[in-house]
């Protein structure tokens, strides 16, 4: 036989050299919940091993992020008072902007970025404001201007908005260079679809809508083509990095849109595919650690340089071990 594919399987060492897919620590980044309080160290139900920290015990998840060797987080936050604008999104005192002044003086070697959405502020939990049952995009991305803008002023190194709002991308590039702010990426959630897999953030943010869905700003996931469009549309409105999330089920759009983009592209493995990972694990259905490596592999394989996931701590380990990498 001439060809044998078995050949440069017949040894680890030699399976390693002929890897297609090489991923590194670096390109890892982990989602945190902080919420309002004190001492608060609290496990998210549907999210197993996922936590919402007070700003005075965030530092402590800090220290095992930055120890395992994952250097960036994104910081999402869950408010005091919600109301229908979602002042504290943009408040000087809010909940985002006192982690990011805390944790930069803790850990000012780690990368912060920050999602930069409404729908965790706002009391009715759609993405901006409401003129009836429509989501009113332009007064929204004034919203969102101001949000990102206070992220930044607090020290954000990087803001990612993910309302799907229309133009918020160059909207919010205008008033960072405005401020002065022109060495901040914006990595933008330019393809987020409608998705069931957001269902356990939903809960950990208590950010469900009162009434209706996302639908009329989230993407149809029957759609690829519309991928493309979101994508070049945020690349042109000033993107640095472009996002498709979720993860798992938009592998084969990861592939489109980073052939389609000459930007960096960022996956983001979303709470419901954590949740089922770690139900199933729990159950003893599945093996979590060669199940996360093999979800992790498929999505840099796809054509993703970021990988955005709640198993951030344990992929690094696994790649400090060579399980993976
Ligand atoms: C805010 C936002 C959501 C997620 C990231 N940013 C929720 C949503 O759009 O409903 C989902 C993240 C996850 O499920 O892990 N808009």
Redesign the pocket.
């Known amino acids: 036989m001439l060809v044998r594919p078995r050949r440069t399987r017949s040894s680890e060492i030699l399976r390693k050299m002929v890897r297609e897919t090489r991923m590194d620590k670096s390109s890892l980044m982990y989602?945190i919940f902080v919420q309002e309080g004190d001492k608060i160290e609290e496990e998210i139900a549907s999210m197993k091993g996922q936590y919402r920290y007070s700003v005075d015990r965030l530092k402590y998840e800090l220290e095992r992020v930055s120890n395992a060797g994952v250097s960036s987080v994104m910081l999402f936050g869950i408010p005091k008072n919600k109301d229908l604008v979602g002042s504290e999104a943009y408040a000087e005192d809010g909940i985002i902007q006192k982690a990011l002044m805390e944790a930069k003086k803790e850990f000012p070697n780690l990368y912060y970025a920050t999602?930069v959405?409404l729908?965790e502020y706002t009391s009715h939990g759609h993405?901006g404001i409401l003129k009836g049952e429509y989501l009113d995009n332009d007064q929204t991305l004034e919203l969102l201007a101001k949000t990102a803008l206070s992220h930044v002023q607090a020290g954000a190194d990087m803001v990612a908005p993910?309302?799907m709002m229309d133009k918020r991308v160059q909207r919010i590039r205008e008033e960072l260079e405005k401020n002065g702010y022109v060495q901040t990426p914006i990595m933008s959630y330019a393809v987020k679809y409608a998705s069931s897999?957001?269902g356990?953030?939903?809960e950990a943010a208590g950010?469900t809508p009162s009434f209706g869905d996302?639908k009329s700003y989230q993407m149809d996931y029957h759609n690829k083509k519309e991928a493309i469009k979101e994508a070049l549309l945020d690349a042109n409105e000033g993107a640095d990095i472009i996002m498709v999330k979720p993860a798992l089920s938009y592998l084969d759009i990861i592939k489109e849109v980073s052939e389609s983009v000459n930007l960096p592209i960022a996956a983001?493995s979303?709470?419901?595919e954590y949740a089922m990972v770690k139900a199933a694990s729990s159950m003893g259905y599945i093996d979590e650690a060669s199940i996360v490596c093999e979800m992790a592999a498929s999505t840099y394989r796809a054509g993703t340089d970021i990988y955005i996931t709640y198993f951030a701590k344990e992929l690094a380990k696994y790649m400090d071990e060579g399980r993976i990498g």
Do not use: A, E, I
Request: charged content about 20%.
């Open positions: 989602p999602d959405c729908c993405c993910s309302d897999f957001y356990p953030f939903r950010s996302r983001y979303v709470s419901g």
